[in-house]
């Protein structure tokens, strides 16, 4: 389960590189997107998958969920989700001033 | 444990969250930031003082004891560090109604600014590393805010592409975490400490020691990653760059300085090394940036770079000399670099552009201003006795005790060709023939901008020629920072 899930994070990671390196905003948008599921279903894996076992650490039981990286994936979900859309709206903002959303006429020179 | 360690954090937090009911009323907000700033000023000195007479305070957030809870730090260094931002945000305060327009103080300057400070603080103080993930992110969100703070054309047009950069490696950083959570099991920063001594596979964690540090070196503008640095710095207003290139950096280059000592020094042979390089690289590039422009705003910016090499360069050295030229080095560095953005905003106003070539003369109508850059091109290129003198003093003992000659050379040229991009500017700005066109009766503003800067400058001298009661703190910290047991021993055992 565990090299499935670190397949499956292999492949949002690529793709989510592959956006980031596109010229066009929204492609990047996405791929920070997908950069940030990639990075929290990496973080779930790398807390070991178990199933049915309650977070709670009894004396006597062995067998319980690690709790601290659900903790961290909940954090940083919200991080990601406050980033985008304010990225989204600083994207539109951009594009509105700069009549452009291709980064290569973007790029900017020192005689301005 | 005590909450003397958290109220750092919540004081400009407070700050910020009032500000944010009152954008409109520009008199009370300003009245609310100094005050606030100087409650923080005081309240910093009085927990520093605490700190170096009574040792570590460390709190565990809701009583969980470490590493199962979240544990803030006030050891030496972290609340140096936190004073040095208290008196930035003083300054930047007393800058601010003179430099921003009222419409964007009106657009909730203070409130993100104290929130930056807020997370600046944070992330001085916390002993965790996803903590330290999270203060980086509060940090980020405010900076984003002021970065955008007026808007122009070409101000959104880099600070897009300054979010997408921070955006990278912040993912890049929670996925450092997964990696180093799943190989040692702890993202508490002195447990990790203890378990890596004790780790086994050294090669799989000197791989994830590596990934750490290209995350904080996007952070800290180190060779090859500094590109994102210059243009985003110099588009938003002076107050935002000084607080930008004094603080932000800074925060990384602590991050680095506090995990490449307190954790990953199991491999010193491949990490430090690594650093020589770089920072040999970072100095050289960083200084030949700042000579190839001719726009006084780009010129300090560059300045930035330069600065983070010199403090690489001592923790690559990872000596007693090298480590305590490094502190030294940073402390220095965050004041003289507020008070050379604040006097370069003076300046901009003064001359009414920001073109070196269209300056000239400005010292007959601004002797003070042209004195005041003067002296602090001096300090931030090291002459003696000024502060940057006793920073590199270290950083080159270092150095030539490991015999490493390729890094001294690079750090003597470096220094000297960073006092020659500063001087042009004094020389072809000030001295010269006045050129036509001057903006008039800004002298009322010049003047209210070069007294934050002049107070800066004299705290940064004061560093400089009061070395004798400088010097034994940054020795105490450089201890903490290579002895390590003391900070464990705080966190674990307490």
Not at chain 2, 352 to 361: I, S, V
């Given at each position: 389960m565990e090299i499935l899930m670190a397949i499956l994070a292999s492949i949002l990671f690529a793709t989510a590189i592959y956006n980031l390196l596109q010229k066009q905003f929204l492609r990047i948008i996405i791929g920070t997107v997908l950069l940030s599921h990639a990075a929290h279903l990496f973080l779930l894996t790398m807390g070991k998958l178990k199933r049915g076992n309650p977070p709670v650490l009894v004396e006597?039981?062995?067998?319980y969920a690690d709790p601290l990286p659900q903790a961290l994936i909940l954090t940083s979900i919200v991080i990601s989700f406050g980033v985008t859309s304010f990225l989204l709206v600083l994207a539109y903002r951009t594009y509105t001033l700069n009549?452009?959303?291709?980064m290569d006429e973007l790029r900017g020179s020192s005689d301005e | 444990m005590s909450n003397l360690a958290v109220l750092p954090i919540v004081i400009p937090l407070i700050a910020s969250v009032i500000s944010a009911f009152i954008p409109k009323k520009l008199g009370l907000s300003r009245f609310i930031a100094k005050l606030f700033a100087i409650i923080f000023l005081v309240y910093a000195g009085y927990l520093a003082w605490v700190v170096f007479t009574d040792g570590i305070i460390v709190m565990q957030a809701s009583g969980w004891a470490a590493p199962f809870g979240i544990s803030i730090v006030a050891d030496y260094l972290s609340v140096t560090l936190v004073l040095i931002t208290s008196i930035l945000t003083t300054a930047a305060v007393f800058y601010a109604p003179s430099s921003l327009s009222q419409l964007q103080e009106s657009y909730y300057f203070y409130t993100f600014m104290f929130l930056m400070i807020s997370g600046v603080v944070g992330a001085f103080l916390t002993g965790d590393l996803f903590n330290l993930f999270v203060f980086f992110e509060v940090l980020l969100m405010a900076s984003y805010g002021l970065i955008v703070l007026g808007g122009g054309k070409v101000q959104l047009r880099e600070s897009l592409k300054y979010v997408l950069f921070n955006v990278f490696s912040s993912m890049l950083f929670v996925t450092t975490i997964g990696f180093i959570y799943a190989s040692v099991?702890?993202?508490?920063m002195a447990h990790l400490a203890e378990r890596i001594q004790e780790a086994e596979q050294a090669g799989i964690l000197t791989g994830l020691a590596v990934l750490l540090f290209f995350v904080f070196a996007i952070k800290a503008a180190i060779f090859p990653l500094y590109y994102w640095l210059p243009n985003s710095y110099i588009v938003p207003n002076p107050v935002v760059s000084a607080l930008f290139g004094a603080l932000l950096t800074k925060v990384g280059i602590y991050s680095i300085l506090r995990v490449f000592t307190l954790i990953f020094n199991h491999d010193i042979g491949i990490t430090h090394e690594i650093f020589t390089w770089l920072a040999i690289f970072t100095m050289l590039f960083g200084v030949i940036g700042a000579l190839s422009t001719q726009n006084v705003k780009l010129i300090v910016t560059y300045n930035i770079i330069p600065a983070i090499g010199f403090i690489l360069m001592g923790i690559s050295l990872y000596s007693s000399a090298g480590i305590e030229g490094s502190v030294y080095y940073l402390v220095h560095d965050m004041i003289i670099k507020a008070a050379l953005f604040f006097l370069v905003g003076a300046l901009v106003v003064a001359a009414?552009?920001?073109?070196?070539?269209?300056?000239?003369?400005l010292i007959t109508r601004y002797p003070v201003l042209g004195w005041l850059f003067f002296i602090g091109s001096l300090v931030l290129a090291g002459v003696?006795?000024?502060?940057g003198f006793i920073g590199k003093i270290l950083l080159l003992r270092g150095s030539l005790e490991q015999e490493e000659i390729l890094l001294t050379v690079a750090a003597l040229i470096t220094s000297l060709l960073i006092l020659y991009s500063m001087i042009r500017i004094f020389v072809r700005g000030f001295w010269g023939d006045t050129v036509e066109g001057l903006p008039e009766g800004q002298n009322k503003k010049v003047r209210h901008l070069t007294i934050p800067a002049a107070v800066l400058l004299a705290i940064s001298i004061f560093i400089g020629i009061g070395a004798e009661f400088i010097y034994p703190h940054v020795e105490t910290i450089a201890n903490m920072l290579l002895d390590r047991a003391e900070y464990i021993n705080a966190v674990l055992r307490e």
């Open positions: 006597g039981v062995t067998n009549k452009s959303d291709n | 099991g702890t993202v508490n009414g552009t920001d073109d070196l070539r269209k300056m000239g003369g003696p006795p000024f502060s």
